[in-house]
């Protein structure tokens, strides 16, 4: 079984950074995309930002140009630089990872528990 645990998050003020990030455990022979989601009280949760197994990225509008997403392949964890934040930044992020647990079996979307992330002012 894969297991994804996220770290980073907390309180932060309006215009100040944090950097999530989620590392990957267990029976994991590869892993393909992973991405952050986020969800906010009464909302939908959505996309914010994801990134290829090769490195090429793909970032919500509202965040394009404030966070960076990356990974360590060797590590099995993606990162989320966030910067410039903002009080509508504010939600519970997901990681998520598609990884299969053997050569030749399917991908499967794996989701950790989410952290809290506050943007006060």
């Known amino acids: 079984q894969v297991q994804l645990v996220e770290s980073g998050g907390g309180l932060v003020q309006a215009g100040g950074s944090l950097r999530l990030s989620c590392a990957s455990s267990?029976?994991?022979?590869?892993?393909?995309?992973m991405g952050w989601y986020r969800q906010a009280p009464g909302k939908q949760r959505e996309l914010v930002a994801t990134i290829t197994s090769t490195g090429s990225t793909n970032y919500a509008d509202s965040v394009k140009g404030r966070f960076t997403i990356s990974r360590d392949n060797t590590k099995n964890t993606v990162y989320l630089q966030m910067n410039s934040l903002k009080s509508e930044d504010t939600a519970v992020y997901y990681c998520?990872?598609?990884?299969?647990?053997?050569?030749?079996?399917?991908?499967?979307?794996?989701w950790g528990q989410g952290t809290q992330v506050t943007v006060s002012s």
């Open positions: 998520n990872s598609n990884a299969r647990t053997g050569y030749g079996g399917y991908y499967h979307n794996y």
């Open positions: 267990g029976s994991i022979f590869s892993i393909g995309t």
